[in-house]
């Protein structure tokens, strides 16, 4: 079974593997794989908890803004092609 972590509980567990915790143990008691603690070693790495839940906000933001830009974009071609007809 998938089992979603916080930011929080991932910062958690990199300050300890960064305390001198092996990566083996570590990611048998959390039931996670060393593939993922690495991974979320070079995204989280360094931050806070308040870093990881302002990034988490960021991201969400952009992803509103991508899809803001694709509708309107896609607005623009529908109106340019109206445009180029002749009627």
Request: proline residues 0%; glycine residues 6%; contains cysteine.
């Given at each position: 079974?998938?089992?979603r972590?916080?930011?929080e509980?991932?910062i958690?567990?990199?300050?300890e593997?960064?305390a001198?915790?092996?990566?083996?143990?570590?990611?048998r008691?959390?039931g996670i794989s060393q593939t993922?603690?690495?991974?979320w070693k070079a995204?989280?790495?360094g931050?806070?908890?308040?870093?990881?839940?302002?990034?988490?906000?960021?991201?969400?933001?952009?992803?509103?803004l991508?899809?803001?830009?694709a509708?309107?974009?896609?607005?623009k071609v529908?109106?340019?092609?109206?445009?180029s007809?002749?009627?």
């Amino acid at each position: 079974m998938k089992r979603r972590f916080t930011e929080e509980q991932i910062i958690q567990m990199l300050k300890e593997h960064a305390a001198g915790g092996k990566a083996g143990e570590l990611c048998r008691r959390h039931g996670i794989s060393q593939t993922t603690l690495y991974k979320w070693k070079a995204k989280y790495g360094g931050m806070e908890a308040s870093d990881a839940k302002k990034l988490k906000t960021l991201e969400s933001e952009n992803a509103k803004l991508k899809r803001l830009v694709a509708d309107l974009s896609l607005d623009k071609v529908v109106l340019q092609d109206l445009l180029s007809k002749n009627w």
